[in-house]
């Protein structure tokens, strides 16, 4: 066969069988991404989707696994984690009904609330109870106190305090007050301070269960001959085996328990951290404190605070399983975005949080509550649900 007579002929063909391979393999990329784009999850779909992967985590429960799902974009930026927001109702004993059926408005918006006990009784510097801490309780009978070192002037001052803070809660028939301080051993001892006991290590620094429940056991004893009913410095970021001793042994010494801060700052995927959560949220741990500041993977939001999110509540309910109290961090010590802590304190309500910590404004934000409440923008049924499970905690329902 003579090429140079029929050369022309041969070129048109080749470039024909190129075109028609190049088309082929164009269609076979986008009928078959490559494994840059396309993962197969741990139940063995694919789950590529409009140029977004679904990274799956798998957490061993028992003998369940369970799994959970983060979205993460083609750049391999974390992004969105899908939640379910839609919380069931909880149920409560009848005791705990018949109890909310008796409340005022204003009693149940009070319960809501935790706060220095200078915010309601008018003094620069608490350090006894007396008529105007009794005063203050008819007012605002309040679901706890948070005391810091300025409170403590030794044993016997500070159980004097206590006692009386509960003679009038007695005297008055109302919900048992959290009596709370923020003890997380080392620098941060308050009453160990104040009132001139050992100080402890840094929970956060403990790395063993037998470490945690040592420290944790000196920390109630001397709690309890305060007469102190709540510590809320459970650090959320420790071990499955030191956060169950650190709540087992306070829990043990009838001391109430809250972990923080939920989720912790800077925090880019939530599902890496979750075994952590679960293990607090397991624990039997009274509260869990949520932050105030953004988390866009959990909220879908950089400006939303977690502790006013939706979103953040339906993945502690339905995602880590946690029943308990939620409150949020001290609001008065800066909320990101452009909420205001009167602003936070409803949006916070709203969403589902049962408690709300300030230390300072608490006027304003139990007002701005209150207000919410009588105007149906809080609805009955969601101040019910956050009162019902503070007083569940309270009185071990």
């Known amino acids: 066969m003579d090429f140079r007579k029929n050369g022309g002929k041969y070129l048109v063909t ?9 088309l082929v393999l164009g269609v076979l990329h986008f009928i078959i991404p490559d494994g840059s784009k396309n993962k197969t999850s741990a139940d063995g779909k694919n789950n590529a989707i409009s140029g977004t992967e679904y990274i799956w985590s798998a957490t061993e429960t028992g003998s369940d696994t369970e799994v959970g799902q983060t979205t993460v974009d083609v750049a391999g930026n974390t992004a969105v984690i ?32 935790i706060t ?37 002037n030794g044993v016997t001052a500070t159980r004097n305090i206590m006692a009386n803070i509960n003679k009038y809660v007695n005297t008055q028939k109302t919900i048992p007050m959290f009596l709370a301080v923020n003890e997380a051993g080392g620098d941060n001892s308050p009453l160990a301070a104040g009132n001139a006991y050992e100080v402890q290590p840094a929970m956060s620094g403990i790395k063993t269960a037998e470490e945690a429940k040592t420290s944790s056991g000196k920390i109630s004893e001397y709690m309890n001959e305060s007469m102190l009913n709540m510590n809320l410095a459970i650090p959320v970021s420790t071990s499955g085996e030191c956060a169950a001793a650190f709540v087992d042994t306070y829990d043990a010494a009838g001391i109430y328990t809250a972990a923080g801060i939920f989720p912790g700052e800077n925090v880019s995927d939530i599902k890496s951290a979750e075994t952590n959560y679960k293990a607090i949220t ?24 977690c502790s006013v999110s939706t979103k953040t509540v339906g993945y502690i309910r339905n995602s880590l399983g946690y029943n ?74």
């Open 324 to 397: 308990g109290i939620i409150m949020t961090a001290d609001l008065s010590t800066g909320v990101s975005g452009n909420y205001k802590a009167d602003k936070a304190a409803v949006s916070a309500v709203k969403a589902g949080v049962d408690m709300i910590y300030v230390s300072t404004g608490f006027a304003d934000c139990y007002n701005a509550v209150l207000t919410a409440v009588q105007s149906g923008d809080i609805s009955q049924d969601i101040l019910d649900q956050a009162v019902g499970r503070i007083i569940t905690c309270k009185m071990g329902e």
């Open 116 to 152: 220095r006990p200078e915010e309601v009784t008018g003094v620069t510097q608490f350090t006894q109870a007396g008529k105007k801490t009794q005063e203050s309780l008819a007012a605002y009978p309040l679901g706890g106190y948070v005391f810091g070192t300025g409170n403590f």
């Open 82 to 113: 899908q939640v379910d927001e839609n919380v069931a109702q909880a149920e409560f004993s009848e005791a705990v009904e018949q109890k909310i059926a008796e409340m005022s408005v204003e009693q149940k918006v009070c319960q809501l609330f």
């Open 282 to 305: 397991q624990t039997g741990v009274s509260a869990l404190i949520v932050g105030n500041y953004s988390c866009k993977n959990l909220t879908g939001d950089e400006t939303m605070p």
């Open 14 to 22: 080749i470039e024909v069988i190129i075109l028609i391979i190049v």
